[in-house]
């Protein structure tokens, strides 16, 4: 696969830290084991080099997914380890199992993690540095008009800005891939794309077809002509992803917890802090400034504690009360709410009512994400192919989804807590500030001598 040649003039990174090729994210680097001469070839050996680390070493990276640039951060800690051993950076453990799993006493392990504020800086470098690297790379893909390649379906071949041809597949052949001004490497995800369809590959489903032409029509008729958002290693080509902010959990009061669930639903932004770059949630949030006088007005209140009215997730319609809409989406979209969300604790229930609204309002099916034009058209579509569910957890378990995306859901207020629920399941202790500095403090100072099973 070919890709952009280097551009020269960018900045220098830290010295500590061995330089990849500028604009060749992909390209095939040769990475030397933290302890020994065993060689492995990235990205594409990757997975192996990870498990020799563990099975040879018996040396575990933390969050090693999460890694900005993992050929760099592997090369620092290769140069420190040539000279260190483990146990002066990594915390060690005792297990009593051998790597393949059998059974043996005190067996010694080592954790690699940003516990460590060598490792912490490091880390948060390599974020800083592929940033820049996208940027650099956003910017010239935008300006170069020296881009020439054939369209993946016919054989116009499109010469000048990279816009242009993402805007012939969308055109000519109605392929959506993304935005311009979204997107990152797109060389390389042309690339992809094209190796896949030249293996007959559904660019969404990723079915395998016997010919093109059923391929084309497979395509065509399940609305596939698009690359599936949910597939990690398309992350690399929105440029949205190189600078995620991760959800920050608020420290709320944890007395008398169910007193207080619905409070916590109506201003749930003390759960978690919105992702940089989620769905605008700015005019979904705005209120008009209420005047003093009207602060204490609770006419609008219903009389046995529910809203006066509630909106049907799927459609237009109003229930009076939520036995009412229950009994309505089981009658006209054949969901039986209570059963959909039975094994869903309280906040996991918020989270998929939020995300069934947010699917509405865009437009889009809350089962398979086929984006439509009308909302006719997508009721009819979710009708006829029952797709009237609550999506896959994947989808809709995500922190943005604590935030109300319907101004005064009234669903949001009925939500109750179902039998057998773990008042602590699925929600994220909160540790003071205060606290955890100390247990970062205590477990540099961990060391063999005072470690104990």
């Not at 500028?22 to 070839?41: E, F």
């Not at 059923?214 to 690359?227: C, Q």
């Not at 209120?287 to 003093?292: C, E, I, L, V």
Request: aromatic share 10%; net charge negative.
């Amino acid at each position: 696969m070919e890709h952009e040649v280097a551009v020269s003039g960018q900045d220098s990174p830290p010295e500590d830290i061995k330089i990849s090729p500028p604009l060749k994210p992909s390209a095939n680097t040769a990475i030397k084991c933290l302890k020994c001469d065993k060689v492995y070839i990235f990205p594409a050996d990757k997975d192996d080099c990870l498990a020799h680390l563990y099975l040879e070493h018996r040396l575990v990276i933390a969050d090693v997914e999460d890694i900005a640039l993992l050929e760099d951060y592997l090369q620092h800690w290769e140069k420190e380890f040539q000279a260190h051993e483990f146990e002066q950076y990594c915390t060690t453990m005792f297990l009593d199992q051998l790597p393949d799993g059998k059974y043996a006493r005190n067996e010694k392990y080592y954790l690699l993690c940003d516990i460590l504020p060598q490792d912490y800086e490091l880390r948060q470098r390599l974020k800083e540095k592929r940033l820049s690297e996208a940027l650099e790379r956003h910017q010239f893909e935008l300006t170069d008009r020296n881009f020439s390649k054939e369209c993946l379906f016919c054989r116009t071949v499109i010469k000048g800005l990279r816009a242009d041809y993402l805007d012939h597949l969308f055109d000519k052949h109605f392929l959506l891939v993304g935005k311009p001004e979204k997107l990152v490497y797109v060389d390389e995800l042309l690339d992809h794309l094209e190796e896949n369809l030249n293996r007959l590959v559904c660019l969404y489903c990723e079915k395998i077809f016997r010919d093109r032409p059923t391929l084309k029509e497979h395509m065509r008729k399940k609305g596939h002509k698009r690359i599936n958002p949910n597939r990690k290693e398309y992350d690399k080509y929105f440029l949205i992803n190189y600078n995620r902010v991760a959800a920050n959990p608020t420290p709320r009061n944890k007395q008398h917890h169910h007193q207080k669930r619905r409070q916590e639903t109506a201003s749930v932004s003390t759960v978690a802090d919105l992702e940089t770059g989620s769905v605008d949630f700015d005019k979904h949030f705005a209120r008009p400034d209420s005047d003093g006088e009207h602060d204490s007005d609770w006419s609008d209140w219903a009389a046995d504690g529910e809203p006066s009215g509630i909106k049907c997730l799927y459609c237009s319609y109003i229930g009076d009360s939520f036995t009412a809409l229950k009994e309505h989406m089981v009658a006209g979209h054949r969901l039986d709410f209570d059963k959909a969300t039975g094994p869903l604790n309280f906040y996991q229930r918020v989270k998929v009512v939020n995300y069934l609204r947010r699917q509405m309002c865009l437009l889009r099916c809350v089962t398979c994400d086929l984006q439509f034009d009308e909302q006719a058209l997508l009721v009819e579509h979710m009708a006829q192919e029952q797709h009237c569910g609550i999506g896959e957890k994947v989808n809709w378990d995500k922190p943005e989804f604590f935030f109300p995306y319907m101004e005064n859901d009234g669903l949001l207020c009925v939500l109750d807590d179902s039998v057998g629920d773990d008042p602590e399941a699925d929600v994220v202790p909160i540790i003071s500030e205060d606290s955890l500095a100390q247990i970062n403090k205590d477990a540099e100072r961990l060391s063999l001598e005072n470690f104990k099973l």
